[in-house]
Structures are given as structure tokens and as C-alpha cells.
């Protein structure tokens, strides 16, 4: 997002409804693949109660960039969902 955009609640916003929507889905949780060096992207899904782990991934298109999964657990439901978020990250 451009700096002039930043911090008016849009990101938090988009992943609010992709956490409603994985939930209402019945997922067991919520991955998220970002660019590993992009901390902003990190610190907003911490916000939003997802939890950044240890796993790295290559880019699909550029493997000189690493990739970092966070996940957001529903321990309601049982089915893991993937999602890319961001620009850069793989699906």
C-alpha cells in the first residue's frame, strides 16, 4: 500500500472479512504467506490475532525472496484453509 494510504484501517478490515468468511467456511485455521522482510504486513496480521510461525518458504516466482506463514487457529472447526495476502506472496 502506498505510504499516503497506510494506516487507515484498510488492511485490518480486509483481514477481518477473510477471517469471518474462512471461519463461516468451517476452517480449522487461516494461513497467510508473506513476504518474510515485510514487517508492516507482519505487525498488522499480529494486530488481528494471527500468529506469525518459524516456517519459510521460497517465492514461487523468485526464490531469492523468502516467504513467512502465519496462521490464525479456529479451534471451532477442523478444515485448514490457505490464503495469499499481499502482493508478492504465493498462494
Partial sequence: MRPG????GVARLLIADAVAW???QGSASLSVWTVATNHRAL???????FR???????????PGIQL????????ENRRPLTA???????P
Fill in 52 to 62: 506469525v510461525t518459524d516456517t519459510h518458504q521460497p517465492h514461487p516466482r523468485d
Fill in 5 to 8: 494510504r497506510r494506516d487507515h
Fill in 68 to 75: 513467512r506463514q502465519s496462521s490464525y487457529p479456529f479451534p
Fill in 43 to 49: 505487525a498488522v496480521l499480529v494486530r488481528c490475532g
Fill in 22 to 24: 474462512a471461519r463461516e
Fill in 84 to 90: 495469499a495476502a499481499g502482493k508478492g506472496t504465493a
